[in-house]
């Protein structure tokens, strides 16, 4: 018995998910290991607090959603819902850099980091009940190695990237970039669009009602 690595085939739905998420992640690397020097810094009253108070913002708002989001979700059997939910989740996180342009005091970074953990919970408790329901059988672990590899590197690089350019061009430029990236992602996912189904049935089902039954017989 030998290993051979083989061309990995994607299809198109995985392969667009990859990839916008790749450049979503390649966006937000620019600016958030410099995020609380922005507060800090650039932001009228910002603190050490104040960046706490934004980062637990966004946090609790996103962890609170995500059940919710993802019970409402899987109460469809079709993927059109989950489609515009990624949509525009990610169309609401483009535009949260352009807000940290304008910002001037605290409230104005809470009340973005609010709609950041509202556009989150959206967008990836979508993108993961797609990428889950078309992942290509077989390669399960492969393809989500791929997204995490694509991940990890691209927040790698543009994290050094973006702290370079924040001190030749400064913050607004790179948030600039940021929600360009975020726009490309969101609309990225639109190439796939015809590809979802009205209604899916993937056999992924389970209820604790099953289980009692089976368990009498």
Request: hydrophobic share 50%; net charge positive; charged share 15%.
């Amino acid at each position: 018995m030998g290993f051979k690595i083989k061309k990995i085939k994607i299809n198109k739905i995985i392969k667009y998910l990859i990839l916008s998420d790749l450049i979503f992640w390649t966006g937000w690397g620019l600016i958030s290991p410099v995020f609380s020097i922005f507060i800090v810094d650039m932001i009228e009253g910002g603190s050490i607090f104040v960046v706490g108070v934004a980062v637990a913002i966004y946090s609790i708002l996103n962890s609170l959603l995500r059940i919710p989001i993802g019970m409402f979700l899987d109460h469809y059997k079709g993927e059109k819902d989950d489609f515009y939910f990624l949509f525009f989740g990610f169309l609401l996180l483009s535009f949260v850099p352009f807000g940290f342009i304008l910002s001037k005091y605290p409230w104005h970074i809470y009340i973005l980091q609010g709609i950041h953990g509202v556009g989150m919970a959206m967008a990836y408790s979508a993108w993961s009940a797609i990428f889950t329901k078309y992942i290509d059988k077989g390669k399960e672990a492969t393809e989500w190695g791929i997204d995490a590899t694509a991940i990890g590197l691209s927040s790698g690089i543009s994290g050094f990237i973006g702290s370079l350019a924040i001190t030749k061009f400064g913050f607004k430029y790179v948030f600039i970039c940021v929600g360009i990236l975020g726009l490309i992602s969101a609309f990225l996912v639109l190439f796939f669009k015809n590809e979802i189904k009205k209604n899916r049935d993937h056999g992924m089902y389970f209820s604790f009602k099953d289980v009692i039954q089976k368990t009498e017989e």
